[in-house]
């Protein structure tokens, strides 16, 4: 399995692809904008303390007051608010934790008014974005990832990721953390560990303890609202969480960007430098890789299913809403319980991928083709399961009901991704309305009349749709005979399905598009002369 990552730089930010088998699987756009994403610490000021939520508001400087629970505060609440007053004052002047002496956990069911004062200054991280009407979410559990590892400070704990499932492989990698962890500092060992030696994991460390240090000096000089320590962009975290060695290559169109990537890369894996390149091409790098398409056709309400049926797509704001249709695969089986369940499966594998591809958060209630059998609908929701184990957002599943309906909550932590794929209408440019059909080869002989007798234009070309073409150019004596029998002067009529049936244009000898009146000005001087005429 291959893994292609593809960043296009735009004038508002960046467009990030993920790329699996050359299938689009993740899409981001990290906008310039942006200066409130998961990850970033904040010195925020508490605006108001709610005990009937048992949280407070926290102001860090985004246009609604950012929430924070009292359950999202971490045992080592105290520790650090501690350790925040000391580095403020100048009492603490370096950033280890070697000598700090540790405060009591945090009491689990406390209150919040109990712990928080209006105008008080905390350090907060943010674990869920703006979304909709809704301020950014915080935690006080300040955590700083890496590749292999996850800091924690105030705290000695040392875990290991549930995916590795080797005792001996967790047991492994706790006595090599075990070796090299600053004092005072809990680890959490990702995933992506697995296998590692401790040259890997103790230069993930440095960085990550060159973070906190960053951390401890800004928050000597911070002012309220103030970000104190910045999360890594979209595209190096995407590369931090993702690059393994089934990456085959990571584009990048701007020089700025593939500076950055591959500053990157020479801290985390010199030896991925030759999987960047720098797209140079005239064509767009995500028409030259076929994404736009991709884009085009997988962001729609409606989306075909590879190997039969669609998907139609709805997006509330409580929840999102997929139904299952069968298309044109209703008759490809024996009986109606099989086609059910292989347009299911079919369908489940989408689903999966279009909850990562989109980004999609909350609840999630998928509305398959229904089943009377339960191993049918087990074999669906197992089949959903699987495919989304490589999820990295945190979800569950529950069993499909006998209607049919399979319930997902998925983690949200960014507002979904949305792409309009709708386009306006080039010919009634949105109105609904064209021009009267009957009306256009009248327009268009007032616009060839215009350019050969008024303007002595020669060695035109006309545009028009093939109905209007083969209208101009067949018959004895074609309308294009006509013509030339009438002004001497050839005009070749040529084919073009893009326009639509009321749309030409003329092109000069040289290729370049002539600039035509509107068709009401052509009209208006046809009206005109047709009343000279009736005058005369």
Not at 341 to 351: R, Y
Request: hydrophobic share 40%; glycine share 6%; proline share 3%.
């Amino acid at each position: 399995m291959s893994n292609e990552l593809v960043i296009n730089s735009t004038q508002d930010g960046e467009r990030i692809a993920l790329l699996q088998d050359k299938r689009l699987i993740e899409y981001h756009f990290d906008r310039n904008d942006t200066n409130y994403s998961v990850g970033d610490i904040f010195l925020g000021t508490v605006k108001k303390v709610m005990p009937g939520l048992n949280a407070a508001f926290i102001d860090i400087g985004y246009q609604k007051d950012a929430f924070l629970h009292y359950g999202d505060l971490g045992e080592q609440f105290p520790s650090l608010v501690k350790w925040m007053k000391g580095v403020q004052s100048q009492k603490t002047t370096v950033g280890a934790l070697k000598s700090f002496q540790f405060e009591g956990p945090l009491d689990k069911v406390g209150k919040a008014a109990d712990v928080f004062k209006k105008g008080q200054q905390l350090l907060v991280q943010i674990v869920k974005e703006p979304i909709s009407t809704k301020g950014p979410r915080l935690s006080m559990d300040i955590s700083m990832a890496g590749r292999y590892l996850v800091l924690v400070p105030f705290s000695n704990t040392i875990s290991v990721s549930k995916k590795i499932v080797s005792k001996t492989e967790r047991e492994r990698l706790k006595r090599l953390i075990a070796s090299i962890k600053p004092d005072n500092f809990g680890v959490i060992i990702r995933t992506v560990a697995e296998g590692r030696e401790v040259a890997d994991l103790d230069k993930d460390m440095q960085s990550m303890t060159a973070s906190w240090d960053t951390l401890f000096k800004t928050l000597r000089t911070a002012k309220p609202n103030d970000k104190v320590l910045g999360e890594l962009g979209r595209s190096s975290s995407m590369l931090r969480d993702l690059l393994n060695e089934s990456f085959d290559s990571i584009t990048v169109d701007a020089a700025p960007m593939y500076e950055e990537m591959r500053s990157y890369l020479q801290k985390i894996a010199p030896d991925k430098l030759g999987l960047l390149k720098l797209h140079t091409g005239k064509v767009k790098v995500f028409e030259h890789v076929g994404l736009e398409k991709q884009l085009k056709t997988l962001f729609g309400k409606t989306v075909t299913v590879p190997g039969g049926g669609y998907l139609v797509i709805e997006h509330t704001e409580a929840l999102h809403v997929i139904d299952v249709n069968s298309g044109n695969k209703s008759n490809q089986e024996s009986d109606q319980e099989a086609t059910a369940l292989m347009i299911n499966m079919l369908a489940a594998k989408e689903v999966a991928r279009q909850l990562r591809l989109r980004d999609m958060g909350g609840i999630i209630v998928v509305d398959f083709i229904d089943m009377k059998s339960a191993e049918s609908r087990k074999k669906v929701e197992d089949a959903v399961r699987d495919i989304m184990k490589h999820d990295k957002a945190r979800f569950t599943i529950l069993p499909i009901t006998k209607f049919g309906l399979l319930q997902i909550t998925r983690q949200r932590v960014r507002p979904a991704e949305n792409i309009i794929t709708g386009e306006v209408c080039p010919t009634c440019g949105g109105t609904g309305k064209i021009s009267a059909s009957i009306l256009v080869t009248d327009e268009i002989d007032n616009s060839i009349e215009d350019l050969l007798v008024t303007q002595n234009q020669s060695g035109i070309s006309l545009y028009v749709h093939p109905f209007l073409h083969a209208y101009y150019t067949k018959g004895l004596v074609s309308k294009q005979m006509k013509w030339y029998l009438k002004y001497y002067k050839w005009v070749k009529v040529m084919k073009d399905t893009s326009l639509g049936l009321t749309d030409y244009r003329i092109e000069d000898e040289r290729g370049e598009e002539i600039e035509l009146h509107s068709p009401a000005a052509a009209m208006s001087r046809l009206q005109d002369r047709e009343v000279e005429e009736l005058t005369d």
